[in-house]
């Protein structure tokens, strides 16, 4: 299969912070009021954490943030989540085998282990969710995603490196006496040589995508990678670099599976200034709420985004800023 791939960019150097625990904690709380507490759902439970998606999601339409995390409202999974998701989950078994027992599973017993799980995973993901396959029937989704999982077990993992941790939670606050956290699980961390001999640290990131590979540009401004590598600077390690490792699966105009990967990097400046807007975003959260209470709209997307639309947002219909008037 063709196989599509931008290549890394020489790493920068590394200047280590004096202190990057001061700086994104005291030095950040100085620069930005962040908020002690989170809101409270509607339910009387107070949010905990902040995400790089949710992070994502009150940046893109305030509203649809409210629906989702104050509301409780969630919306269905479509076929192609699904099958993103079971990719995910069959990547992880392997990764997760690979560092307990020091050796790699042959493919076809990945995707023989993918196809015994499907339904049970899938009775998982109803039990939370409703489901809509819409694009494919389930037969159908769970077809793509074995050829997803073939195409990056053959094309993308012998490429990402040896791994060092997978699914790793990453927790952490802004600022002394802050009862709220950051929250992330990075995919997967890893080892790769370079030609020069040195050995490159990468957090890695695979997705299965209907749509194109992710650009250059988009992946310089994706919070999650922004967020990842900040989290690696914080704990004093920085990774060389991050890594959206894509499978492009079938779709009705993409006949066959392949497989992208779009690298970046961020500079000591940009943790800082990511942590920064993940405690910018927090305190709009709280004067938000403050501001319209838990029940009335927060703010829309721009008509203009994708995520307002009938398509992309199950609220379309009710929002105010959508077709709800």
């Known amino acids: 299969m063709t196989q599509l791939a931008t290549p890394p960019a020489p790493a920068r150097a590394y200047t280590p912070d004096p202190d990057p625990s001061a700086v994104t904690a005291a030095g950040l709380a100085a620069r930005i009021p962040v908020p002690v507490q989170l809101p409270c759902r509607l339910d009387g439970r107070r949010l905990e954490h902040l995400s790089a998606s949710g992070y994502r999601l009150f940046v893109e339409c305030p509203e649809a943030w409210?629906?989702?995390?104050?509301?409780?409202?969630?919306?269905?999974?479509?076929?192609?989540?699904?099958?993103?998701?079971?990719?995910?989950?069959?990547?992880?078994?392997?990764?997760?085998?690979?560092?307990?027992?020091?050796?790699?599973?042959?493919?076809?017993?990945?995707?023989?282990?993918?196809?015994?799980?499907?339904?049970?995973?899938?009775?998982?993901?109803?039990?939370?969710?409703?489901?809509?396959?819409?694009?494919?029937?389930?037969?159908?989704?769970?077809?793509?995603?074995?050829?997803?999982?073939?195409?990056?077990?053959?094309?993308?993992?012998?490429?990402?490196?040896?791994?060092?941790?997978?699914?790793?939670?990453?927790?952490?606050?802004?600022?002394?006496?802050?009862?709220w956290t950051i929250l992330g699980y990075l995919d997967l961390e890893t080892h790769q040589p370079q030609i020069d001999g040195s050995d490159a640290e990468v957090v890695v990131d695979y997705k299965v995508k209907g749509a194109n590979a992710l650009s250059q540009i988009k992946a310089d401004r994706d919070p999650q990678a922004s967020l990842y590598l900040a989290v690696r600077w914080r704990e004093g390690r920085p990774a060389t670099r991050f890594t959206f490792a894509q499978v492009l699966r079938q779709n009705a105009k993409r006949k066959t599976t392949s497989t992208a990967q779009t690298h970046t990097e961020r500079t000591a400046g940009q943790h800082r200034a990511t942590l920064a807007r993940f405690a910018l975003a927090a305190s709009q959260i709280v004067a938000a709420y403050q501001a319209f209470g838990p029940e009335r709209p927060w703010g829309f997307a721009e008509p203009s985004h994708w995520r307002c639309s009938a398509k992309y947002c199950a609220a379309y219909g009710s929002c105010a800023g959508g077709s709800g008037l």
């Open 66 to 179: 409210r629906r989702r995390y104050i509301a409780g409202e969630r919306s269905p999974k479509n076929a192609g989540m699904v099958i993103g998701s079971r990719v995910d989950d069959a990547l992880t078994d392997y990764y997760r085998h690979q560092l307990q027992h020091g050796e790699q599973l042959p493919a076809e017993e990945v995707i023989d282990h993918y196809q015994q799980r499907w339904s049970d995973l899938l009775q998982q993901d109803a039990e939370r969710d409703q489901i809509i396959f819409d694009e494919f029937d389930e037969t159908t989704a769970r077809q793509i995603g074995a050829a997803a999982l073939s195409e990056a077990l053959e094309q993308l993992v012998p490429q990402l490196g040896e791994p060092v941790a997978m699914q790793r939670r990453v927790e952490f606050s802004l600022a002394p006496g802050v009862q």
